[in-house]
């Protein structure tokens, strides 16, 4: 696969044709883990107004930054602060980026004040993707054939993140920086908007690094570990990472990513539609905060409970 398939939500808000959209996130899970969403139904000055605030963020001073510092991976994280390719046992890779990691209920500690219409800009974006996430989830379920509130009860008090990413200038002949280390991501999905995604690349299952390249009015959706679990591996936790593109080197860079992930506690198991006599569970069952909790730990570089 060259490209990654672009999906419309549109047939499934209008309740027009629910299943053809599930079959062609189906697909797209089992080929290549990734797709670009459009017909979302959130609006774009939604979508830029937390990335205007996170940008102004980005711009302070460090030590006004460094005021919603916190443990555990939320709240502020500095340059050199996180390197991805580490949860996965490489540590060669030094990511050149800054972040925000924002998670829902507003706190103090996390949560900045500055600049003022941070706050107010983030949450509605927030809301939306929460929203938004409800709906892939119930598309994930008719594509795996399970009734279509399968999901609900297992993330239904999901622990979500929002991650507001700031990548400076970088150096390209610097040897071992990257924007962003190769690594899969941690959860069931993921939605990632930026102005501009060039440099964002996904590894296919050939081993080609695939370009990642969506509209400003598109989501780009990918899937994580424990949705792999889920499928006994039906269903792709791809490798990706980002890198300089050749045509934004010496730029910088933003993008926001949602992270969702089950619940807490949510014994995830093979789901039955993907295991047989002939192809049996490759995992044994986990808890979403223990494997959480080890990769976090891998990535930051230090022990991490959630």
């Not at 994580?224 to 980002?242: A, C, F, I, K, Q």
Request: net charge negative; aromatic share 8%; with cysteine.
């Amino acid at each position: 696969m060259s490209q990654i398939p672009v999906i419309d939500l549109s047939p499934y808000f209008s309740g027009q044709d629910k299943i053809a959209v599930a079959h062609q996130i189906k697909h797209a899970c089992e080929e290549i883990g990734f797709f670009t969403l459009r017909g979302h139904d959130i609006p774009l000055e939604t979508v830029k107004g937390a990335n205007a605030a996170a940008r102004a963020f980005f711009d302070q001073p460090l030590t006004e930054k460094r005021l919603v510092e916190s443990p555990g991976g939320m709240g502020y994280i500095g340059p050199q602060g996180e390197n991805l390719a580490a949860s996965l046992d490489d540590k060669a890779v030094i990511d050149v980026k800054e972040s925000l990691n924002l998670t829902l209920p507003i706190s103090a500690g996390i949560w900045p004040t500055s600049p003022n219409a941070i706050r107010t800009a983030c949450k509605a974006y927030y809301d939306a993707l929460l929203h938004l996430s409800q709906h892939l989830m119930h598309l994930f379920a008719l594509a795996l054939e399970l009734p279509e509130t399968w999901f609900d009860d297992k993330t239904d008090k999901p622990r979500t993140i929002l991650r507001l990413l700031n990548y400076p200038e970088i150096d390209p002949d610097k040897a071992g920086q990257t924007r962003a280390g190769a690594h899969t991501d941690y959860g069931t999905l993921t939605i990632l908007w930026s102005p501009d995604s060039r440099g964002l690349q996904a590894q296919s299952r050939q081993g080609a690094w695939v370009d990642v390249v969506a509209p400003v009015d598109h989501f780009i959706i990918n899937i994580g570990d424990l949705m792999m679990n889920w499928t006994n591996d039906r269903w792709l936790s791809t490798l990706h990472r980002v890198v300089p593109h050749p045509k934004t080197v010496g730029k910088r860079r933003q993008s926001m990513a949602f992270f969702h992930n089950p619940n807490p506690e949510a014994l995830i198991e093979c789901i039955h539609t993907c295991q047989s006599a002939e192809n049996p569970a490759k995992y044994e069952p986990i808890l979403a905060k223990t494997h959480l909790e080890m990769k976090i730990t891998k990535s930051l570089g230090k022990d991490v409970k959630l």
